[in-house]
T-cell receptor, first 116, second 112 residues
Framework: DVKVTQSSRYLVKRTGEKVFLECVQD?????MFWYRQDPGLGLRLIYF???????EKGDIPEGYSVSREKKERFSLILESASTNQTSMYLC???????????????FGDGTRLSIL | SQQGEEDPQALSIQEGENATMNCSYK?????LQWYRQNSGRGLVHLIL?????REKHSGRLRVTLDTSKKSSSLLITASRAADTASYFC????????????FGIGTKLQVIP
């Protein structure tokens, strides 16, 4: 069965800290995504990656960066955390860049991040 | 901007009743997907309907797609308390790179 694992369910950090959120998938998927979810705004795409060492900006990349050194792992980095980055962060993966259409995304359970 | 917009934003029904949620979108799509999210959890994919399909069934779920009206509906028949969750539509635009745009969701409560 498909499994996307996010390293922490809850995380509390301080303003200005560098924060790492980790995501691992065990399905050999090529595509990986980071979203944030806020009440009334739904899910918004921060970054996605369709291959190792490749990354593409989503709709709200400001204040974030990503790293994909291995196919199964996609990390989201908050360079200098701010209170407006308090949110639920969701990682997802999908199968293949070649078969770009008609593929569902598989989600982790999310990391609820609070920046104090 | 949100591509998919669900309607209603909240819905409360009795167990056994049918639940209908609607989704509207603005641009041409390759497919439309519906996801469920239980409280505090990630999203789970329910069903995908391609732009050249009009209706699709999966168990108690029925999805319709009207590309002329740029809208879709999700029907859950004979609802159960376990169906209580938020439901999201998500669209993949034509020419998209597996980039999917999610709506803000419909919160469904099924009362036992």
């Amino acid at each position: 069965d498909v499994k996307v694992t996010q390293s922490s369910r809850y995380l509390v950090k301080r303003t200005g800290e560098k924060v790492f959120l980790e995501c691992v998938q065990d399905m050999d998927h090529e595509n990986m995504f980071w979203y944030r979810q806020d009440p009334g705004l739904g899910l918004r795409l921060i970054y996605f990656s369709y291959d190792v060492k490749m990354k593409e900006k989503g709709d709200i990349p400001e204040g974030y960066s990503v790293s994909r050194e291995k196919k199964e792992r996609f990390s989201l980095i908050l360079e200098s955390a701010s209170t407006n980055q308090t949110s639920m962060y969701l990682c997802a993966s999908s199968l293949s860049r070649i078969f770009t259409n008609n593929q569902p995304q598989h989600f982790g359970d999310g990391t609820r991040l609070s920046i104090l | 901007s949100q591509q998919g917009e669900e309607d209603p934003q909240a819905l409360s029904i009795q167990e056994g009743e049918n639940a209908t949620m609607n989704c509207s979108y603005k641009t041409s799509i390759n497919n439309l997907q519906w996801y469920r999210q239980n409280s505090g959890r990630g999203l789970v994919h329910l069903i995908l309907i391609r732009s050249n399909e009009r209706e699709k069934h999966s168990g108690r779920l029925r999805v319709t797609l009207d590309t002329s009206k740029k809208s879709s509906s999700l029907l859950i028949t004979a609802s159960r308390a376990a169906d209580t969750a938020s439901y999201f539509c998500a669209t993949m635009n034509s020419g998209g790179y597996q980039k999917v745009t999610f709506g803000i969701g419909t919160k469904l409560q099924v009362i036992p």
